[in-house]
RNA sequence: CGGGGCGUAGCUCAGCUUGGUAGAGCGCUCGCUUUGGGAGCGAGAAGUCGCAGGUUCGAAUCCUGUCGCCCCGACCA
């Protein structure tokens, strides 16, 4: 049967919701795909829908051509799962909670690597059951601190998750592959462009990771690449150190007033007019050490103040450096943490001072000091003297001071080198639209899936969890394909095969129209027909390309001679066919 | 959580400065006309002006509080 749009649940609008900001969102609500129903949170009405199952439909073929089996769970699940593996508390804020009538906790899930784990252990115990992959596709709920930009960021969203389980490595290393062999399917039959980028994988505690970005301007995560090939989400991206200088000969380090020198720019102009370098160059700030107190709030609620140090060039990225603490949270410090902790003299911190060492927990100020990969061995600095309008030169690392370790602390910059080799990177946006973890033992170890292997032995199982944002990937597509009219969708997920627009007042082009659908829905073709009465054509013509169906057949003013247009939505090209012809020609293209 | 903006009809908005019976366009209903680019005329339905308190003879408008939403940042598999 057609779908009749005299009787459709729809109601194009003819201005941009209020609250809408990017193209995608603005559409889908304005040609009746979607509505809001509260922050985060939309309703699907029929055409969203059927957009929706299409992709689920891509989605489920090319899931069961890489052998995954399809399962449901709950989206409300109790917390006990969770709490096992920590998660509990480590989502804090993340997630929804409630309460039953007897006060337990449970959760709308957020992902469910505990439940699929849990599933696996209670029905499979050999290593001859595996390996196994299963996945759903099931509606998912976070409490985004601030849901944006329509369907890219909800707190309700559909995902498909698959999780691989393997008794080996080696057999982890094939399902992990498996699942991106088809990620890459599914995309190009979707017709998506997507940059597959190395990812932290550190918060899920796996050893491999990687994103498929689509590559776009209102995208919220930052990747890097290089011509050579390397792609990394920009938290993943690893600084490449200089060479080590061997410490003998270095100068020793001279602590020197400087009044007035609290910001990098102020000191680095002091020094070139009062500490000229000997070798004619002048000093810049990537000479500078600068040193940056944070503050990390761990699970259990405890504030830890911690610095980090850095050529004085760049700037701190708190993104980057939770990648290193998480699941702590970091934020810069506050007043109130400088004025607890004397040894910190804002504006003039550095690592060492005549009287020892400051930073470091051996230090005066017995925090933890890391430092920024180029800061190596033998490389001197001009960094705070500890003391308010002091500082000090050559402060050499490895000497003078030594950090508790390297982290990755500094802000990207586009022509940084990549650590491959490959070249400098420049930096873009893009769209998770999936992405793929080799989990490892966390989630087996800590929920006790083990099996039995070929030796009787008991061997915990390898994990993979592999996730599709079905609902984001609707956004992404309308906001890839779409221009000024309305919606262009790819036919692959488009609501309809092709949408037939009868206009005229002359019931012989609603006849031929008729004729025209029943021969379209028995060649197979999904028909959205417009059949209504009185509508004039420039409101048809304006709903149908807002709509956004490919294929759009007008019966009007040349049915009388035997002929109708074929509109291609995407290059606005209009052909004149027979009326004969046309079912051909359309199911033919389709 | 920090900064900015906004809550008035189904939608997009005006009215608020300077208090005095609630407005427009679109959409919706009915009638007539119109039918290849969001048509015309006429007649209608439709709003606790986010909520609560206060000032006032009188509050959409002024004051206080509060809730919600949007944007930027922070956060975010």
Redesign the pocket.
Known sequence: MPTRLSHLFL????????????AS?KLLV?AGYIR?Q???LFAWLPLGLRVKANVERVVREEMAAAGAQEVHFPALLPKEPYEVTGRWEEYG??IFRLQDRKDADYLLA??HEEVFTLMVKDLYSSYKDLPLTIYQIQD?Y?D???????LL?GRE?T?K?AYSFDATDEGLIASYQAQRDAYERIFARLGLDYVIVQ?DAG??GGSR?E?FLHPSPVG??SFVRSAGGYAANIEAFTTIAPPAIPLEGLPSAEVFDSPNTPTIESLVAFVNAEHPRADGRAWTAADTLKNVVLALTHLDGSRELIAVGLPGDREVD??R??VAF??A???AATEADFAKNKALVKGYIGPWATTGPVLGETGAARIRYFVDPRVVEGSAWITGANVHEKHALFVTAGRDFVAEGTIECAEVRAGDPAPDGSGPVDIARGI?IG?V?QLGRKYAEALGLKVLDENGKLVTVTMG?Y???VT?IVAVIAEANHDD??LIWPSEVAPFDVHVVA????DVVFDIAEQLVDGLEAAGADVLYDDR??????????????IGVPVIL??????AHG???L?DRRT?E?TEVAISDAVDRITMKA
């Open positions: 109601r194009t609008l003819r201005d941009d919701p209020a609250d809408a900001e990017i969102h304005r809001r509260g922050p985060g804020d993340g957020p992902t998912k976070r985004e601190a601030r849901p944006r930009a329509g960021r969203f995902m998750d990812a918060a899920m990771s994103e919220e995560d708190l993104a450096i939770e998480a699941p949270g970091v934020e998770e992405h973890f969890s996730g599709i944002g984001r009219k309305g206009t005229g007042k002359d009465p009185k509508v004039s054509p420039g409101v048809k013509f304006g709903d149908a390309e807002i007008i019966v009007g003013k040349g049915a002929l109708v247009e509109w606005g209009r």
